[in-house]
């Protein structure tokens, strides 16, 4: 009796020890997170909240990553003077000037022509687990799922810095 005692309590021990280990995926994103880290991004974790879809009563809000570019060279004028947007993968009624699926959450008609035509291009080159993008005077950034490792990693950062050389 005292040794199933003993072995009880050491199996207890071991499967709390184990609870307590990283699992392959958060072991996988913590990698990639690094390796974004490295090449300049800043990644954070966020609740974001898009329109609402249509069809649908509340906002759909997510737990996803964020990974952003600064801007930089910028001046004062150029920043209070900046267009804030935001598109997300959902299909509401703000959508005018997007592709399919995509709909506006804050900058609406406020592109001109030739940036809502280099904006699709962009959104017709991100990645299926690209939920959102968004562009700020500070930084340029999307919300991903962090699917595709780090070949997708390379490929956001040359599309949100194609974006941020574009002043918009």
Request: aromatic share 8%.
């Amino acid at each position: 009796m005292k040794w199933m005692i003993i072995i009880l309590i050491m199996m207890s021990l071991i499967g709390s020890m184990m609870w307590v280990m990283p699992t392959p995926r958060q072991k996988y994103q913590a990698a990639l997170r690094m390796k974004a880290k490295t090449q300049g991004f800043l990644v954070q974790l966020e609740k974001v909240t898009g329109p609402r879809a249509k069809g649908e009563m509340e906002p759909v809000s997510k737990d996803m990553t964020a990974y952003r570019i600064l801007r930089e060279g910028l001046s004062r004028e150029e920043k209070n003077s900046f267009k804030t947007w935001q598109v997300f993968r959902i299909e509401s009624i703000a959508d005018i000037g997007l592709p399919t699926g995509w709909s506006w959450s804050d900058g609406e008609r406020t592109l001109s022509d030739a940036q809502l035509e280099q904006l699709c291009e962009t959104i017709a080159k991100l990645p299926a687990g690209v939920f959102s993008l968004e562009s700020t005077p500070i930084h340029v950034g999307v919300y991903w799922d962090e699917e595709g490792g780090e070949e997708m990693l390379d490929e956001l950062k040359g599309l949100l810095q194609q974006i941020a050389k574009s002043g918009f």
